[in-house]
């Protein structure tokens, strides 16, 4: 009797073990933030689609790793134009290189481009939005004033769950920023 006693007991014991020891209490994964090692940002003049001015980020390792990034702008800004911007995202690291910028689109309700300006460059406007209707930034509008210097400061955040129509650069996590400095406006 004892022995049975024993045995009853001592499976009660695993089958408690192993009830908790579900896997359905484990928490899902969090989204991971995206590694991306170049940022190309194009304006075109909306008045002359010849005036291209393409502004590039480079860091090899990205922005956890020992090197740091170069900047490169192809040309000046004209001066009193608007220009339609363009923004591409990519994670070199791999090969065949991974266009980060259609993960951003498709993930649009979680991220957003942040952009700041100084000197005789302005943001106008955003020209794309999540399906809430929520910026997102791939795409927008800036303008030039009088001829002068400028600087841009892109700054690309994942808001998973807290993106609103009113969230700001300080809110989520920092997936790449990049800072433009000694732009030309002319």
Do not use: W
């Not at 194009?42 to 502004?55: G, H, I, K, P, Y």
């Not at 363009?86 to 266009?99: L, V, Y």
């Not at 989520?172 to 990049?178: K, M, N, R």
Request: hydrophobic share 35%; charged share 20%; net charge negative.
């Amino acid at each position: 009797m004892k022995t049975i006693t024993k045995l009853l007991l001592s499976l009660l014991c695993v089958a408690v073990l192993l009830a908790g020891c579900n896997k359905a209490d484990d928490p899902a994964p969090a989204n991971e933030e995206e590694l991306i090692t170049d940022v190309t940002v194009t304006f075109t003049n909306r008045a002359n689609s010849a005036d291209v001015v393409t502004m590039t980020f480079s860091d090899p390792d990205g922005a956890d790793g020992p090197q740091s990034g170069t900047t490169n702008i192809s040309g000046n800004l004209t001066a009193s134009a608007t220009y339609t911007v363009t923004i591409k995202f990519e994670n070199k690291s791999e090969s065949p290189a991974e266009d980060v910028t259609a993960e951003v689109r498709e993930e649009g309700a979680e991220h957003q481009v942040f952009f700041s300006t100084t000197g005789t460059l302005s943001f106008q406007s955003y020209g794309d939005q999540d399906a809430s209707g929520n910026p997102i930034g791939l795409t927008s509008t800036f303008g030039t004033g009088i001829a002068g210097t400028a600087t841009l400061k892109v700054t690309l955040k994942h808001q998973p769950g807290i993106k609103t129509a009113s969230t700001t650069v300080s809110d989520g996590e920092t997936d790449v920023e990049v800072d433009f400095t000694g732009i030309t406006i002319q």
